[in-house]
C-alpha cells in the first residue's frame, strides 16, 4: 500500500461513491464530504446494498464487508478532510464550484495533503490554480461505475510535481486500479472516443432508427459490451454529457462531437438519467450498479 492511508472524497453522488467504495475496499479509511445529509444517507444506503449484493455473489464475506463500512464514513463538515492523505474531487462541473471547495479544502488540509479531481471536462491546471496548491494537485478521471471499472486517467497539470504525480499514481494501482497517464485535455482517451460514439446512439433514436432498448441490445450483443451506450448516458447523466460534448467539440470541431439536440430537449424536460429517475430508460429505484 502506497505512503496514502486516509482518503478524503469530496462528493457523494454516483461518482463520489463508486469512489469511495474503491477506496474503503482497497483498505483505505476513507472519509465523504458532502453539504448535505441526505445525499450522505441515500449514497451509504447503496453502498450497503452494493456490498450486499457482494456478500451474496460470494466476492466477499460479511466480516469483509463489516471491516469496509466500518472504515467508511460521511460528514457533512469540511474540517474533517484535515485527516485526509488525499482528496479526490467528484463535484459539479463548474469550475467556480471546484475553485470555491478546493480553496476551503487548502485552509484545513495540511500541505501534505493531494489534492486531484476527478473532472472529464474541465482542465487540470485551470482547476488546480483555485487550489492554492497546484504543484499538489493531479487529475485522477475514474470511470463509470467507478466500483466497478479499473481504469482511471490520470492527468498532471503545468506545475503538477513529479513526486506529486508519482504519490498519486502509487496511490492508484495501490487501489487496484489502472492508471494510465493522459495530457490535461477534455475527453483525455476514453471520452475522445465515447462521447461521439455515445452521440452516434442518440442519433440513431433521434432519427426513429430504432428504439433505446435495442440500440443497447444491438451494441452488447454484436460487440460484446456489458453496457448499452444508452444505459451508460443514463448512468453518466444527459447533462453530464452535454458538458463533454460542449468540451470536446470546442477543441476538434467534430460534428460526431456536437451534443445532439435530444439531449437539450431531454434536460429541459428533466429526464436526466438514473439520478432522475428519467433518462432514455425509466428507474423506479436508486440501487447501484453492480456488486
Known amino acids: 500500500m502506497s505512503e496514502i492511508k486516509t482518503v478524503g472524497v469530496a462528493g457523494s453522488g454516483t461518482m463520489g461513491a463508486g469512489i469511495a467504495i ?35 455473489r460470494k466476492k466477499l464475506t460479511q466480516d469483509q464487508v463489516d471491516k469496509i463500512m466500518g472504515d467508511l464514513s460521511g460528514t457533512t463538515s469540511l474540517a474533517d478532510m484535515a485527516a485526509c492523505d488525499i482528496v479526490i474531487e467528484a463535484v459539479f462541473e463548474s469550475l467556480k464550484v471546484k475553485h470555491e471547495l478546493f480553496s476551503e479544502l487548502n485552509k484545513v488540509c495540511p500541505q501534505t495533503t493531494l489534492f486531484a479531481s476527478n473532472t472529464s471536462t474541465l482542465s487540470i491546471t485551470e482547476i488546480a490554480g483555485g487550489s492554492g496548491r497546484d504543484d499538489r494537485f493531479v487529475g485522477m478521471h475514474f470511470c463509470l461505475p467507478a466500483q466497478l471499472m479499473k481504469l482511471v486517467e490520470m492527468s498532471p497539470g503545468i506545475r503538477t510535481t513529479d513526486a506529486t504525480f508519482q504519490r498519486a499514481w502509487a496511490f492508484s494501482k495501490a487501489m487496484g486500479q489502472t492508471p494510465v497517464k493522459t495530457k490535461d485535455n477534455p475527453g483525455f482517451i476514453l471520452n475522445y472516443f465515447l462521447v461521439p460514439f455515445n452521440n452516434d446512439a442518440i442519433r440513431l433514436v433521434e432519427s426513429g432508427v430504432a428504439a433505446p432498448a435495442d440500440v443497447d441490445r444491438a451494441i452488447k450483443t454484436g460487440l460484446g459490451y456489458p453496457l448499452g451506450p444508452l444505459e451508460l448516458l443514463d448512468m453518466v447523466g444527459l447533462d453530464t454529457q452535454l458538458l463533454l460534448c460542449e468540451a470536446l467539440y470546442g477543441i476538434t470541431h467534430d460534428p460526431r462531437a456536437a451534443c445532439p439536440p435530444l439531449v437539450k430537449r431531454m434536460i429541459a424536460a428533466g429526464h436526466l438519467g438514473r439520478k432522475s429517475g428519467q433518462g432514455f430508460f425509466n428507474y423506479s429505484g436508486n440501487a447501484m450498479f453492480g456488486g
Do not use: M, P
Open 22 to 56: 474503491v477506496a474503503a475496499r482497497a483498505g483505505y479509511k476513507t472519509i465523504v464530504f458532502d453539504t448535505r445529509q441526505a445525499a450522505l444517507d441515500s449514497a451509504r444506503k447503496q453502498t450497503a446494498g452494493f456490498f450486499a449484493k457482494s456478500v451474496e
